[in-house]
């Protein structure tokens, strides 16, 4: 294959310039890391996985009229996607206290929230992503108001979503992080989901048991690391179990 121009390589994900303009193609590594980078490692398998993960809930989301950046799944490892400019902010959506959330304010993991909750994070590493608020986005100019009210309400429709599509197959979603990028087409902008949506960046567990079945397996050294992100899959009935060409659909339980 030719070499292709590598336009950015993040912890997780490498992207290269697309087959045409306005394209680009995000490849999913192994690497993990966790505490703004102080714990790495290597979850194998975890590309392959998220790369279908995210294949099939961008999908889904984009048949239920959410805008996302997914054009299709390349092969194993890779898939195509739009060129967007990435807006500077993380959105997270939580339903139940867990991780940050438990820790800033005292509350036990795993309290139902009385509602879902909105934050803000600025997308700076060597500041350790801090939280902010509307007024900080706005005021420097990361977002406009109207970007943040489309991000705002497309991350509740997407939690709306995904809660109901996780609790069908014995999954809470406890909280997740999502991305947005900004789209120009024939002059207009649209805020579009960006980024990934996998156990990376989402807190998944057993209806039944509340065993993790996400990254905090690995950020908290719980071991089964692989088997969790295979068991979403699995259950997503996107788990091959038969080798890539057999997929079955979502396992109800
Ligand atoms: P937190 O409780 O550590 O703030 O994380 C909330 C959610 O956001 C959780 O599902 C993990 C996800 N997340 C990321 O995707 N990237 C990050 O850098 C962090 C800190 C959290």
Redesign the pocket.
Known sequence: MSRRRRIYEGKAKVLYEGPEPGTLVQYFKDDASAF?NQKRGVITGKGVLNNRISEYLMSRLGEIGVPTHFVRRLNMREQLVREVEIIPI?V?V?NVA????SKRFGIPEGTPLPRSIIEYYYKSEELG?PIVSEEHITAFGWAAPQDLDDMMALSLRINDYLTGLFLGVGLRL????LEYGRLWENEEMRIVLADEISP????LWDIKTNDKL??DRFREDLGRVEEAYQEVARRLGIFPEGGPGEVKGPKAV
Do not use: P, Q
């Not at 867990?98 to 959330?101: E, N, T």
């Not at 406890?174 to 992080?177: E, G, H, I, L, S």
């Open positions: 703004n993380s997270k939580r867990a991780g940050s959330l992503d406890v909280d997740f992080k990376d960046n989402c807190r996400d990254k």
